[in-house]
């Protein structure tokens, strides 16, 4: 590893990564994936700010609301006669949509983007999505965020005795030269925000994103995220071996996949301030996680760079409600062999039974881009996972979403390329008693070609689908209940 310190600003020189969302890719962009080098996603500006490397708890801000920033453009909220919802904010690229529900209360957050600014939005329905508010602003600095359609801002419900469920917001904003996790509440069923706050352990020097959150019965909010502070190190470790040695010091060779991936951590910390901690090395530094709570039990799912640089998903469990956390487990030997990463994660759910289901994508081959497909496990003990099922799709498929259904299914969605254009993709599996997972069609609330980036939430009356909806040059979010 010391050899790869040492080489890490050569590699940062030459391939820094431009700060470019997804949704600006989104109209150009039909490949169903995003080919990103491991030399590239490493390269995050590693400047140091004085900061200590270290975790520091933070309490759970104020949800007192603050007032709605004074630059908050128009935002919409209309129905269509097809039963679609279609909320943007005017003038800008709307994506990156996420969806929470609580009893009749949907919350739907997404980012809205200019050429130079990006801010979350979020809207809410008390009628169990039938009609929505005007969308409002959760971010309290204009134009600090940077999402993409792989790290969303990320949307919670806290329930509350006799009243409106807590609104809790987190996503991914610039920090300097470094990039932080932040949190908003809302008490007053989306009105207001409360001012952004970091999530605690996420200030740290250097990169981090893609992260997840999930609730639980008590109302605490976990948080898993993906993070390069370990970068930091390696560049002052490269600095202090220069310093010595020089010009004289000797080049590095690229060095060993794993290795490298070695630098990027997993992080789980809950927002009431009991800390953040790694719960892994080596994971793929682009790719979304997945976050679920289920009574004591955490469960979280990713992709993880195992050794021989396979990307395959790695699985734990804690049940302890986060306190302690299993071993990494495979959640199936795929073994993906490819030295880059291909910003397209998992998601787990899990079923009355407590019966843990993921599905992510690889290709069909184990080897080409080209053939990414989706696969669906499912593990009874939530420990070891059963053999893998092909998601039956269209086309090359990206960026699932799962969540259980009223009717004991599993709702899966997709978004796919399909005659050159992308769509969504939507299913729904059952599991018999004998493992064996079954799929049904499930008629899409939008066949429009342009159509990516599927959210799903459980809902009472079904499944709420959330999805980016192509408008010429731009982009807004549509919003439909699965019956």
């Known amino acids: 590893m010391a050899g790869f310190q040492s080489y890490l600003p050569r ?16 109209m150009s962009d039909t490949r169903g994936w995003r080919t990103v080098a491991l030399w590239a996603f490493i390269s995050v500006p590693l400047a140091h700010s004085g900061a200590q490397n270290t ?55 997404w980012s809205a983007a200019t050429t130079s600014s990006m801010d979350i939005f979020a809207a809410v329905s008390t009628d169990g999505g039938t009609t929505f508010g005007t969308p409002v602003q959760v971010n309290s600095v204009v134009g600090e965020a940077r999402v993409s359609g792989e ?32 949190q908003a509440r809302s008490v007053d069923g989306g009105h207001r925000f409360s001012p952004s706050s970091p999530v605690p352990g996420s200030a740290a020097e250097g990169a981090r ?79 979304k996680t997945s976050l679920v709570v289920s009574g004591a039990n955490v469960y979280a799912v990713w992709r993880h760079v195992f050794p021989g640089g396979y990307r395959d998903m790695g699985y734990t469990i804690s049940r302890d409600r ?23 994660g998992p998601s787990i759910a899990v079923d009355p039974s407590q019966r843990a289901h993921v599905v992510w994508p690889t290709p069909a081959d184990g080897k080409t881009m080209s053939d990414m497909a989706l696969f669906y496990a499912v593990s009874r003990d939530g420990s070891t996972f059963g053999p893998r099922t092909r998601v039956p799709s269209q086309g090359p498929a990206s960026h699932p979403q799962i969540v259980p259904s009223t009717d004991g299914s599993m709702v899966v969605a997709w978004d796919e390329i399909v005659d050159g254009a992308r769509r969504l993709g939507m299913t729904r599996a059952r599991v018999a ?51």
């Open 433 to 483: 008693p004998s493992g064996a997972v079954t799929f049904e069609a499930v008629a899409l609330p939008e066949n429009t070609p342009g159509a990516w980036y599927p959210a799903l939430a459980a809902s009472p009356r079904g499944v709420v689908a959330t999805w980016v909806r192509p408008m010429g040059k731009s982009s807004t979010i549509g919003v439909a209940t699965l019956r």
């Open 151 to 182: 790290e969303p801002p990320r949307v919670a419900m806290v329930p509350r005795k006799g009243g409106t469920p807590e609104i809790v917001v987190v996503w991914k904003a610039k920090a300097g030269p470094n990039f932080k996790l932040l």
């Open 55 to 109: 975790v520091t708890p933070s309490a759970t801000p104020s949800a007192t609301p603050s007032a709605t920033p004074s630059a908050t453009p128009s935002a919409t909220a209309r129905a269509t006669t097809s039963g679609v919802t279609v909320l943007s904010v005017d003038g800008r690229t709307n994506a990156n949509p996420t969806v929470a529900v609580a009893g009749n209360v949907v919350a739907v957050v």
């Open 11 to 26: 590699v940062l020189k030459r391939m820094r990564l431009q700060e470019t969302s997804d949704e600006q890719q989104a």
């Open 209 to 287: 994103g893609w992260q997840s959150i999930a609730v639980d019965a008590r109302g605490r909010v976990s948080v898993l995220w993906l993070d390069h502070r370990g970068t930091v190190a390696a560049d002052s470790a490269h600095k202090h071996a220069m310093a010595i040695a020089g010009p004289a010091a000797p080049p590095m060779p690229r060095g060993d996949p794993t290795e490298r991936a070695g630098l990027s951590e997993l992080y789980f910390a809950t927002l009431d301030g009991t800390g953040a901690r790694s719960l892994a090395k080596s994971v793929c530094y682009c790719c």
């Open 322 to 344: 986060g306190k302690t956390f299993a071993p990494l487990t495979r959640v199936s030997e795929d073994l993906w062999k490819f030295d880059g990463c291909p910003d397209n």
